[in-house]
């Protein structure tokens, strides 16, 4: 697999009460992310939401894309 493509930020969020997608599916994922040598990915879970956003999740998103996109 391509460096840079394992070295790509990748943020996953989730919620802990997630009932559509269940939070032990998500740290499947991660884990196996990981396991598969993507160094920069990153799970952020979210207390109390279900199978949807929050303003905390958004502004996590915000940063993340702040801090890894270049300004255009």
Do not use: R
Not at 26 to 39: E, T, V
Not at 48 to 70: C, G, N, R, T, Y
């Amino acid at each position: 697999m391509c460096d840079n493509l394992l070295t790509t930020p990748i943020l996953q969020c989730h919620g802990d009460s997630d009932d559509i997608v269940s939070l032990e599916w998500a740290q499947a994922s991660h884990d196996l992310m990981k396991q598969l040598g993507f160094s920069a990915h990153e799970l952020k879970v979210y207390k109390d939401l279900e199978h949807s956003a929050s303003p905390e999740e958004m502004d996590h998103v915000d940063e993340f894309i702040d801090k890894h996109l270049k300004k255009i």
